[in-house]
């Protein structure tokens, strides 16, 4: 939905200052995502250029913004050399805006496949190992259960429940925290 008290609202009201306001952003996001990219992976302009099969000049004219216009064909020999996806899409201003206001630097990061692979690797294998982690432990008047979260491979939850013993009521008090690879011995 539209965000009414955008400072862009009235401007976006002139369909001239909507289509100059989606060039602008295309031109300024895409060239500064694959710079922030490279950068990222620690390559220089000329590796880029090999990976994609470019001239290293021509990804010195991307990286620019305004300086070149890119076409598909580009964009994805540049997703193939990061071998990350590419997706364009028509969206409502408002996620346009939206993008634009609450911007963030680290959106322009993006895992390669062979990263996310390897996320998801270890994530399994944490979660192999937490699900044959369950405790009950009686403290004084009350049982304190952690067990891991039904959800704990989506969301990365394990629960503490404290309860009053023999109590057919609800949990008194429950917390939940996320865990990450150093909370978690590998069995």
């Known amino acids: ?29 895409l060239p500064n995502q694959i710079r922030s990219l490279r950068i ?39 997703a193939s050399a990061f071998d990350v996806g590419l997706e364009v899409r028509f969206v409502p201003f408002s996620q346009l805006i939206d993008d634009t ?3 963030d630097p680290d959106a322009y990061s993006v895992k390669s496949f062979d990263e996310e692979v390897a996320e998801a690797e270890r994530a399994t294998r944490i ?12 403290v004084g ?28 009521t609800p949990p008194a008090e429950e917390v939940s925290f996320e865990t990450t690879s150093e909370d978690v011995a590998y069995a």
Request: proline fraction near 5%; hydrophobic fraction near 35%; charged fraction near 30%.
């Open 1 to 29: 939905m539209l965000n009414i008290n955008s400072r862009l609202i009235e401007e976006m009201k002139d369909k001239e200052y909507r289509d100059g306001y989606v060039a602008a952003h295309i031109a300024l996001c």
């Open 40 to 78: 990222s992976r620690k390559k220089t302009q000329g590796e880029l250029a090999e990976l994609a099969g470019m001239a290293q000049p021509r990804i010195s004219e991307m990286e620019k913004p305004g300086e070149r216009k890119l076409n598909l064909e580009t964009l994805q020999r540049i």
């Open 101 to 103: 206001e609450g911007f």
């Open 127 to 138: 979660a192999d190992s937490v699900e044959r982690f369950n405790m009950e432990r009686v």
């Open 141 to 168: 008047d009350n049982v304190t259960t952690i067990s891991v979260s039904p959800l704990w491979k989506e969301y990365n939850q394990i629960v503490i429940t404290t309860m009053p013993l023999l109590t057919p």
